[in-house]
């Protein structure tokens, strides 16, 4: 079983680019997240989708974008990278508020 | 406000050791649930338990037990006889009932020696 699968693993940006980092799974679960994890901080939610079709900003939403293709898919888009976004992005999902969240492996995004 | 507190920024010890890391909250809600997870130098997130605040009872799986006391808002986790594959950062989280948000604490990083 893959779990949550997210693309790429690994990305270098120069200020202003833009790209998107994608993230599936196929537990069906209803509920996916994006976090971002600075060096000796715990992660920090950026969006999330409770369900297929709603969106909602985390604790910290500014400079990204999100879109929950369906059930299995939830994007961030990054529409002008800046160095402050210099990060490793995590995707997970759950089955639903308090169940256990399943991560994927992480983006280590670097800006320049 | 809601608040994870993981006060022990690096801990060391000889392995065999025990080793307890502390995690302590702050939620105004009744319903809440508790995480922690395990991330190796690899980076990945591995799940390791979740407890609900209804359920006190303290767990023990192989060498690791959780010590949860709503009394003292603390969610602590012992590590029995350490290894060095024990080596990694460990964080505690909370997720409020009112909300889709997984508050994290800072993280401890435990480092076994042989």
């Known amino acids: 079983n893959a779990g949550v699968t997210q693309t790429p693993k690994f990305q270098v940006l120069k200020t202003g680019q833009s790209m998107t980092l994608q993230c599936a799974q196929d537990m069906n679960h209803n509920s996916m997240y994006w976090y971002r994890q600075d060096p000796g901080m715990g992660l920090r939610l950026i969006y999330y989708?409770?369900?297929?079709?709603?969106?909602d900003k985390g604790e910290v939403p500014n400079g990204y974008n999100v879109s929950r293709l369906n059930k299995r898919e939830f994007s961030l888009r990054l529409e002008s990278a800046a160095p402050s976004q210099t990060s490793v992005y995590f995707c997970a999902s759950s089955e639903a508020r308090g169940l256990g969240y399943t991560f994927g492996s992480g983006t280590r995004l670097t800006v320049v | 406000a809601q608040k994870v507190t993981q006060a022990q920024t690096e801990i060391s010890v000889v392995e065999k050791e025990d080793v307890t890391l502390d995690c302590v909250y702050e939620?105004?809600?009744?319903?809440?649930?508790l995480f922690w997870y395990k991330q190796p130098p690899s980076g990945e997130l591995v799940f390791l338990i979740r407890?609900?605040?209804?359920d006190e009872q303290n767990e023990i799986s192989g060498r690791y037990s959780w010590n949860f006391q709503k009394s003292t808002s603390s969610f602590n986790f012992t590590i029995t006889a350490s290894q060095v594959v024990d080596s990694a950062v460990y964080f505690c989280a909370l997720n409020e009932d009112s909300n889709y948000q997984l508050i994290w604490g800072a993280g401890t990083k435990l480092i076994i020696k042989p």
């Open positions: 939620t105004r809600d009744t319903t809440y649930y």
């Open positions: 989708s409770a369900s297929e079709g709603t969106t």
């Open positions: 407890r609900n605040s209804f």
